[in-house]
């Protein structure tokens, strides 16, 4: 059995849907360490168990012993990281999808959570950047595997689609974390506005920072009036992905790497992006080939058709479903101890 321990955030929900897809999902244990809810399309048929009493704990100390392999989505939840620390046996059989939470932010981190950094065997990232970053910061050891290992990262387009005429439409941020710096950069928009700039702002999540938020929406209305489109409540891939498409082009000025599905399908859709060159994702884009452009050299020119046609090609054979399929088929039943290289870039 491989068993998942998951937090509910909005793409597990759709990874789960996939495993159901492509592979055998009774082998495959789905635990949300979490009171019960069902958001993100999470739904009862989708068989997940939720785990979060004392009580629980012990029941998932019980499947960390019967399973074969245990895939940690994130390192999220203290009493998680004392089982693994408790039982190294069950550390050893273990997988570290790393979330960027999770080792971003050193002072958050007690003793339990470095001890799981340092010593699991095996780390997925799709970025080789964030590997260094963790050796170089918490001593880790682990190898590395080299996928993007949700279906959410994929590119989800077919041709290249026709850039969106008339107004510029420019999409700021990818969510309302505060490294996205929206205030400033709507101040520097409207700075440059000639009365046709739409901005497309996804705000629906962290929902921990609801005054941030606020303060957001309500600053983008002042500058732009309805020119301002805030996205503030979930909605499906599918729904997202349309909103999306509607833009030409996109800022995204967070030093830290975030929303890399919209990076993905922005840059395959031939949409002209801006990110900080300080940021994992842009030595990584540029490692395979993409067109992308400095944060701090913002221009409103439109993209070279070459350059779009060059970047979707490239997207979309990178993060493709042929690729994430073979990844995970061999993520899933690969033996512990084997090196564990995937395709190099």
Not at 125 to 142: A, C, F, K, Q, W
Not at 171 to 192: C, F, P, T, W
Request: charged fraction near 25%; proline fraction near 4%.
């Amino acid at each position: 059995m491989i068993l998942h321990i998951m937090t509910l955030d909005k793409f597990t929900p759709a990874f789960i849907d996939f495993v159901a897809k492509h592979f055998d999902a009774t082998n495959h244990k789905f635990t949300f360490i979490t009171s019960k809810r069902y958001q993100y399309g999470l739904t009862p048929e989708h068989g997940a168990e939720f785990l979060h009493t004392d009580d629980d704990f012990e029941v998932l100390r019980g499947y960390m012993a019967q399973s074969d392999k245990i895939i940690l989505h994130g390192l999220k939840r203290d009493k998680v990281h004392r089982i693994l620390c408790e039982h190294p046996d069950y550390l050893q059989k273990s997988i570290w999808v790393m979330w960027g939470g999770d080792f971003y932010y050193p002072e958050m981190y007690n003793d339990d959570h470095r001890y799981v950094m340092r010593h699991v065997p095996y780390l997925v990232n799709i970025l080789d950047e964030e590997m260094t970053m963790v050796r170089s910061m918490y001593g880790v050891t682990g190898r590395h595997i080299r996928s993007f290992f949700y279906n959410t990262t994929l590119f989800h387009g077919d041709d290249l689609s026709a850039k969106s005429a008339g107004n510029c439409r420019i999409l700021l941020g990818h969510s309302a974390v505060r490294e996205n710096q929206h205030i400033e950069y709507l101040d520097m928009l409207k700075a440059n506005d000639d009365g046709e700039l739409q901005i497309f702002c996804p705000l629906v999540y962290p929902r921990g920072d609801l005054d941030y938020i606020k303060t957001v929406a309500e600053h983008g209305k002042l500058c732009f009036g309805e020119r301002f489109m805030p996205l503030l409540d979930y909605v499906p891939l599918d729904q997202y992905l349309q909103w999306l498409d509607q833009v030409n082009m996109a800022i995204l000025p967070s030093p830290r790497q975030h929303g890399m599905g919209n990076l993905v399908n922005l840059l395959g859709q031939g949409r002209k992006v801006y990110l900080d060159t300080r940021v994992s994702t842009w030595s990584f884009f540029n490692r395979i080939g993409v067109e992308l452009y400095p944060v701090d050299n913002i221009r409103f020119s439109p993209m070279a058709d070459s350059a779009a046609k060059r970047n979707h090609q490239i997207i979309s054979d990178y993060f493709s479903v042929k690729r994430l399929v073979r990844d995970l088929t061999v993520i899933f039943s690969f033996e512990f101890g084997q090196d564990l290289v995937l395709e190099e870039v």
